[in-house]
Nanobody, 124 residues
Framework: QVQLEESGGGLVQAGGSLRLSCTAS????????MGWFRQAPGKERDFVAAISWSDTNTYYADSVKGRFTISRDNAKNTVYLQMNRLKPEDTATYYC????WGQGEVRPSEYEYWGQGTQVTVSS
């Protein structure tokens, strides 16, 4: 059984920063692409960022490009999302997801495993 657990969410003022972490149990992490998605109330779950299983490619939604950075530490089974210059429109529940042997897909349906989410609230 694979479990993903996010942490690092919270309340921050616009312009501030947060770093989300997602730690995976099990043995799939090093061979999985990891993605971050977010979902605001009443909206669909949207792609934010992804990193390939080989750690050679990263992908970002246009709305976060230049502000967010995804990275991974295979020794710690952890993927990070550094979020800088946060905006109120970044407010959402953030989910991490794993796609075994993935390259960094943007569609939620490509990911087999999901965390429970962590809330990020950006005040104006």
């Amino acid at each position: 059984q694979v479990q993903l657990e996010e942490s690092g969410g919270g309340l921050v003022q616009a312009g501030g920063s947060l770093r989300l972490s997602c730690t995976a149990s099990g043995r799939i992490f090093s061979r999985s692409a990891m993605g971050w998605f977010r979902q605001a109330p009443g909206k669909e779950r949207d792609f934010v960022a992804a990193i390939s299983w080989s750690d050679t490619n990263t992908y970002y939604a246009d709305s976060v490009k230049g502000r967010f950075t995804i990275s991974r530490d295979n020794a710690k089974n952890t993927v990070y999302l550094q979020m800088n210059r946060l905006k109120p429109e970044d407010t959402a529940t953030y989910y991490c997801a794993a796609n075994v042997w993935g390259q960094g897909e943007v569609r939620p349906s490509e990911y087999e495993y999901w965390g429970q989410g962590t809330q990020v609230t950006v005040s104006s």
